[in-house]
C-alpha cells in the first residue's frame, strides 16, 4: 500500500502543488487547510505515511498540533515546513521528535528525500515495536516463580544463589530456569541478559 501523506497548510495554491508532486512520486496525499481538519480526521498510525506541515497556520499552530498528536500517542512522523525559519521554533521542533525541518520554496528532490528518511525510520520504530511486544508476549507468559528466577539469574546469580533466595532447591530452579528460556524463545543466559535489558528489567536504580 503506497503511503500517505497528510500534508497541512493554509495556502490552497501550495497544498494543490504540494499534493500534484507527491502523487507524481506515487504517495497517496490528504491535504488539510488547518491544524483542527487534520484532528478531526482522526489519523490512522498503522498506515505508513508522515505529516508536511507548516508552521504558521491559522489557529492552531504547527509546534501547538505536533504537541497535541505526541499526547494523542500519534507515532506518524511530522516534517516541518517554513517560510520564516527561525531558531527557537526549529529546536523546540525537533527536541519534541519533528523528522525534518524544510524551508520554503523547498525542491522537490529535497522534499521527497525528508519523506522517504522519514518513512524508513517509522518503518524501523515499528518493527522494533513488534519485537518489543512479542518479547512482552512471552514475558506475561512465565509463572510468578519464573518470573523471579528470570529476575535474579539475569542480574548474575548462580543457581545455588537463586535456590537459596526463593527458599528452593537447586534442582527446581533449574527446571525454572529451563522453562523460562523455553518461554521466552532464547538458547543462552547471553540472550535473555539482552532481553531482560530491551524489557528494562535491568535499570540502573535495581541491584
Given at each position: 500500500?503506497p ?15 504540494i ?11 490528504a ?20 505529516i508536511l ?16 498528536l505526541?499526547?494523542q ?7 516541518f ?6 531558531t ?24 521527497l528525500?525528508?519523506?522517504?528518511r522519514?518513512l ?49 532447591t537447586?534442582?527446581t ?35
Open positions: 500500500m503511503a500517505l501523506v497528510h500534508v497541512v497548510d493554509d495556502d490552497a495554491s501550495f497544498r494543490t502543488a499534493e500534484r508532486r507527491l502523487k507524481l512520486a506515487g504517495y497517496d496525499v491535504t488539510y487547510a488547518t491544524a483542527e481538519d487534520l484532528l478531526d480526521a482522526e489519523l490512522d498510525d498503522a498506515q505508513p505515511g508522515c506541515l507548516d508552521v504558521r497556520i491559522p489557529g492552531l499552530s504547527g509546534p501547538d498540533l505536533q504537541g497535541r505526541i499526547a500517542g500519534s507515532t506518524l512522523p511530522i516534517i515546513l517554513t517560510g520564516h525559519a527561525d527557537p521554533t526549529t529546536v523546540r521542533a525537533i527536541k519534541a521528535g519533528a523528522e525534518d525541518f524544510l524551508t520554503k520554496p523547498v525542491s522537490s528532490e529535497q522534499l528525500d525528508a519523506i522517504e522519514a524508513t525510520r517509522q518503518d524501523a520504530a515499528r518493527t522494533q515495536r513488534g519485537k518489543l511486544d512479542t518479547l512482552r508476549a512471552h514475558l506475561a507468559t512465565l509463572t510468578q516463580r519464573e518470573r523471579q528466577v528470570f529476575d535474579l539469574i539475569v542480574r548474575g546469580r548462580i543457581n545455588k544463589q537463586v535456590a537459596h533466595e526463593l527458599g528452593t537447586e534442582r530452579v533449574k527446571a525454572h530456569r529451563h522453562q523460562v528460556m523455553e518461554k521466552m524463545q532464547v538458547h543462552s543466559l547471553a540472550e535473555l541478559v539482552s532481553v531482560a535489558e530491551r524489557l528494562g528489567m535491568l535499570d540502573a536504580n535495581r541491584d
